[in-house]
């Protein structure tokens, strides 16, 4: 079918892409990816001769109208990412976006994403979820970004990296108490590690580990109702009692 097609791909096990993601790129006419390498270890192990473009943060300003053309000339075109959903941290935003305003079709071969896979495994609340990506890289950004999060009432969840990831720890646990939190490592993969603590806990432990190899999710419980309104209550209901049996 013409238009453009965005697919998630594995984020590590490459038996995790679904039955239509890999017939929506054996029939695109274009697929669109991060890393031509990366992208074609999938296509190769799965038999599909693609013809892959590369499209990132580099190059994206001279290659995205092209695309664009070979849309408005009726391609049928994949978009991918490296691993997982396309525009969740990864690039594509702006092809979509103009592509609806062209008027070409978009549709969504779905699948993985360590967002999701991440929340499936912390054990800590999904009915509110808040999807931070990546932290700012440096401490004061990181800090303003971390106290602006702080009053969302919800499960924080963010994407780290190994050599980021204690210094994160101890911010997050600064700016947000100590929560509930999740430390999900390689998620899929050989060495797929899930640790469940607190923030402090957390914290405390990778600071003194070895750095952690691999691709990290951190998944943050919600702020925990203040122990006073819960005491508020408690007053205010007692007082309510004493004005009924008057
Ligand atoms: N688009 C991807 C998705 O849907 O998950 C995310 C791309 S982002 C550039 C890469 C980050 O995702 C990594 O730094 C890590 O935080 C997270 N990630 C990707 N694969 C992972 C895995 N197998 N286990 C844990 N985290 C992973």
Do not use: W
């Not at 797929?192 to 419980?221: K, Q």
């Amino acid at each position: 079918r013409p238009g453009l097609h965005v697919v998630s791909t594995p984020i590590g096990n490459l038996a995790d892409v679904t039955l239509r993601a890999l017939t929506t790129l054996a029939a695109a006419d274009l697929v669109v990816c991060e890393d031509t390498r990366v992208t074609s270890r999938l296509t190769n192990h799965y038999g599909i001769e693609a013809s892959l473009v590369a499209y990132n943060d580099h190059n994206a300003p001279r290659v995205r109208p092209q695309i664009l053309e070979r849309l408005a000339q009726g391609a049928a075109v994949a978009l991918v990412s490296d691993a997982g959903t396309p525009m969740v941290s990864d690039p594509g935003y702006k092809l979509v976006r103009d592509a609806i305003e062209e008027g070409i079709a978009v549709s969504s071969a779905p699948g993985a994403s360590a967002a999701l896979a991440a929340l499936t495994v912390a054990g800590l609340p999904t009915d509110r979820f808040f999807f931070e990506g990546f932290l700012p890289p440096k401490d004061g950004a990181r800090a303003n970004r971390l106290a602006e999060l702080k009053a969302v009432p919800a499960t924080l969840v963010f994407y780290e990296s190994g050599p980021r990831l204690a210094g994160s720890l101890a911010a997050m646990a600064t700016a947000l108490g100590d929560r509930a939190a999740t430390v999900a490592r390689e998620l899929t993969k050989a060495y797929e590690t899930v640790y469940r603590g607190t923030l402090v806990s957390l914290a405390t432990d990778f600071a003194v580990a070895e750095e952690p190899r691999g691709e990290i999710v951190v998944v943050v419980g919600p702020p925990v109702e203040e122990r006073a309104s819960a005491d508020e209550m408690e007053a205010s209901l007692s007082s309510a009692l004493d004005t009924l049996s008057v």
